[in-house]
């Protein structure tokens, strides 16, 4: 029988009378209930988050550092449940349920270290002027399916370091592991500082309405930012945007092949392609063109997709029906442009689960669907390139600017032409770091704002100056 989850709300664990079914992306049976929360439960939420935030935005920042770390703590002590409940609700396979569990905690330890330091702008005979930072007040937090433990303690550690409170919404495709952390660190918590409530999409836009709410941070497709944004501006909200991206990987003709296939294969497949930083369009060059896609080709050919309860499981089910289709879709146009293909295509109508084949193209044209959109699946085009100018142009060609990567021996090469790409971050020879200490956001429509690090944690305050004349009348 599928287990009843509460919503976090006020320090107390709380049900509605309806509820949302959760689905096993595997199987498609439900293993789980949350609460169906509207506006009356966002309005208590709410209020408690802005009566906890008078006492929290004055407690000293240590103390605010000692709650985030015994909420890491916390999940640390219950990884091994964790991570197993995240693989039956999301779908990925253990080992990296495992990462997100284990990197979730890493994260708000990392992030509870960091310091917004005043700023003096003068200090002489007649003037001291300094800019200090003053948190923003309530945040609503957005949290999508792919991540969602992950992206969830992302936006909760910096918002509480920073003495806002906070009010989350995780994806209702994925919330069964975010609330049962909620249980796990409401005595760790004081009451109203973190608030997490489940519902239906249409919960997004009350949030992003609230007139209670000060900022919005939120995760996930570029056309739902747009209009979180617009909905933000009603009242000047503070935003946080991290939104799609058609990530390119640019592989030199000195890159070792044997080396980095399997590397370029997991920037693409790993979570089932379901990352934002994904490698989601791979440039080679022509003169190893056709030796690294045979050794691509290969490395897919040994990974097993399937449930991710399963051992041996390298890539498990898309997460959801709606981005299945999707996938299925793009695939499908691949077929009728008869696109050539180098590993899969083919899909089981038949079975339950919302499994794609790994699939690769071989290089499909410039205005392919395959390749101009975001596929946010286990699908990957190859495709060829001459030389260096050529490929940043069409690396650049996309409305999206999240990430990239270059793979070579040259690193200065390297560097020199991720200068000149147009995204918030590029890696040199490896694939989705990102640092707690360093900030992460997108360029063009990839985002506004920026998460991690001092940058990130700024996003939740304001800049306040304080003047003092010091040859004033006394």
Same mark, same amino acid.
């Given at each position: ?16 009378? /309806? ?98 330091? $005043? ?5 002489? $005979? ?7 930072? *003053?948190?923003?007040?309530? *945040?609503? %937090? ?7 433990? =992950? ?71 570029? +056309? ?19 939104? %799609? ?5 640019? *592989?030199?003709?000195? +890159? ?64 959801? /029906?709606?981005?299945? $289709? ?26 339950? #689960? ?22 946010? #699946? ?20 996309? $409305?999206?600017?999240?990430? %990239?990567? *270059? ?8 560097? /020199?032409?991720?200068?000149? =790409? ?33 940058? %990130? ?18």
């Amino acid at each position: 029988m599928a287990e009843q989850y509460r919503n976090l709300i006020d320090g107390e664990m709380v049900s509605t009378a /309806k509820t949302l079914d959760v689905i096993n992306p595997a199987n498609e049976q439900v293993v789980g209930h949350v609460p169906a929360c509207g506006a009356e439960e966002l309005d208590r939420a709410v209020a408690a988050a802005r009566r906890a935030f008078k006492t929290w935005s004055k407690t000293p920042v240590d103390d605010r550092r000692k709650v985030i770390q015994a909420m890491a703590g916390v999940i640390q002590a219950n990884f091994d449940e964790l991570y197993r409940l995240l693989t039956t609700e999301q779908g990925k396979p253990h080992a990296q349920a495992q990462y997100e569990i284990g990197g979730a905690s890493a994260m708000m330890n990392a992030q509870s270290t960091l310091t917004l330091e $005043d700023t003096i702008n003068e200090d002489s $005979d007649t003037r001291l002027s300094r800019t200090r930072r *003053v948190p923003v007040g309530v *945040v609503g %937090g957005i949290v999508p399916w792919n991540f969602p433990v =992950l992206m969830a303690v992302q936006k909760i550690a910096p918002a509480i370091l920073s003495g806002c409170t906070i009010v989350l919404k995780p994806s209702p495709f994925t919330p069964l592991t975010t609330l049962r952390i909620a249980e796990l660190i409401k005595d760790v918590v004081p009451a109203g500082v973190v608030n997490i409530i489940t519902g239906e999409d249409s919960l997004g836009p009350l949030i992003t309405a609230h007139p209670d709410i000060d900022k919005i941070t939120f995760t996930g497709s570029t +056309a739902t930012g747009k209009k979180i944004m617009e909905g933000a501006s009603k009242d000047l909200k503070r935003i946080t945007l991290e939104l %799609g991206g058609n990530d390119a990987s640019i *592989v030199l003709p000195d +890159a070792d092949v044997k080396k980095v296939a399997e590397q370029l294969f997991w920037s693409s497949f790993t979570n089932a392609g379901q990352i934002c930083v994904a490698a989601k369009r791979i440039y080679i060059h022509e003169d190893i063109y056709d030796e690294m896609s045979a050794a691509i080709a290969e490395v897919a050919r040994a990974v097993t997709v399937g449930d991710g309860a399963n051992q041996g499981t390298g890539v498990g089910p898309i997460q959801n /029906k709606k981005q299945f $289709d999707r996938v299925c879709e793009l695939i499908q146009d691949a077929k009728d442009n008869g696109y050539k293909f180098l590993v899969g295509g083919n899909i089981d109508p038949s079975g339950s #689960g919302y499994y794609v084949p790994i699939t690769i193209l071989d290089n499909p044209p410039e205005d392919a669907r395959i390749v101009a959109e975001e596929q946010f #699946g286990p699908v990957m085009p190859l495709m060829k390139f001459s030389t260096d100018e050529e490929v940043i142009v069409r690396a650049n060609n996309s $409305d999206y600017g999240l990430a %990239g990567a *270059v793979w070579t021996k040259d690193t200065d090469r390297g560097v /020199k032409i991720a200068e000149q =790409l147009e995204t918030g971050t590029v890696w040199i020879n490896e694939f989705l770091h990102l640092s707690p200490f360093a900030p992460f956001g997108g360029h063009k429509q990839s985002g506004f704002g920026a998460e991690y690090g001092v940058e %990130g944690l700024k996003e939740f305050t304001y800049s306040q100056v304080i003047t003092v004349k010091k040859d004033a009348l006394v």
